[in-house]
């Protein structure tokens, strides 16, 4: 087998990860890969490292000029699935893709691969209908399971168990101090949507969901975007003479990772967790 056959493992094994994730950590370590496409051992050393990073890289250029019906822009670089296990974080190697990757620091890598793993889950179903145009047996060698009701089409965030968080906390006013139901994918000025808005004549109140499926990248974006939205909300307030006071909070289903409860606790993002879905 050469780098093209591995490179066509590697990337059923990597549509396979998507279509069956369940939550959790989204990437999987150069070493697992190769364990999972049976590649060449030893998993060690430089020589793998760069052997690794050639099979990779023919996999990226595999799908790069396909057309994809219904998505604009280039297809996600799924290849940032794969990561150092030291780093977590993919190689310098990507710089084939984005070649600006190697000039960012750790910390900018990590928001660019989060930034690009919402884009790897947004694809959705549309990496089986790549792995049909490009030919692939997704279902080989056990990579993914025969029954393709586990697929998530629609990422964490659209899901059906992110939809009935949202519906949970629309439907709920009393919960959050309301008593009129909140109005869902609620438009900002901004351009973007709040997942629930709640609103009286004395104060608003914006919540973003998050579902039991969401990683530690999505978690953080929440914070982030609960302190973008709440800027865009006073902003409105202020245009609208209103200045009603505006808060907004995250609810989530799953645990916090300390890091991230220490940051929204430095952004004064106040965090809900509740398990609504039955896992």
Same mark, same amino acid.
């Given at each position: 087998m050469d780098h093209v056959d591995y490179a066509r493992k590697a990337l059923s094994c990597l549509v396979q990860r998507v279509a069956n994730f369940k939550g959790g950590k989204k990437y999987l370590t150069y070493k697992q890969l190769a364990e999972n496409i049976e590649y060449p051992k030893p998993y060690t050393g430089n020589n793998f490292?760069?052997?690794?990073?050639?099979?990779?890289?023919?996999?990226?250029?595999?799908?790069?000029d396909c057309q994809i019906p219904d998505w604009k822009g280039r297809?996600?670089?799924i290849q940032t699935l794969v990561v150092s296990s030291g780093s977590k974080l993919p190689s310098?190697?990507?710089k084939e893709f984005y070649p600006d990757y190697e000039h960012l620091d750790r910390n900018k890598k990590k928001d660019y691969v989060d930034m690009e793993y919402k884009k790897v889950f947004d694809f959705g179903e549309r990496w089986i209908y790549l792995s049909q145009l490009m030919d692939l047996d997704i279902h080989e060698s056990g990579y993914i399971n025969n029954s393709i009701s586990l697929y998530n089409p629609f990422g964490s965030e659209g899901s059906p168990e992110?939809?009935?968080v949202v519906d949970f906390i629309a439907n709920n006013p009393s919960i959050f101090d309301f008593t009129t139901n909140g109005v869902k994918e609620y438009p900002l000025k901004s351009g973007d949507y709040i997942? !629930? +808005?709640?609103k009286s004549n004395s104060? !608003? +109140?914006g919540v973003e969901a998050k579902s039991y499926r969401s990683g530690e990248d999505d978690i953080q974006r929440g914070i982030y975007q609960c302190g973008k939205y709440l800027a865009t909300l006073k902003a409105e307030e202020v245009i609208n003479k209103k200045n009603r006071p505006c808060e907004t909070l995250l609810f989530i289903e799953s645990a916090v990772p300390l890091n991230l409860k220490n940051v929204a606790k430095k952004l004064n993002v106040t965090i809900v967790t509740k398990q609504i879905n039955v896992i």
């Open positions: 490292g760069r052997l690794m990073g050639v099979t990779l890289g023919v996999m990226g250029h595999m799908f790069e297809t996600p670089f310098d190697g990507l992110h939809r009935k997942d !629930v +808005l709640f104060k !608003v +109140l």
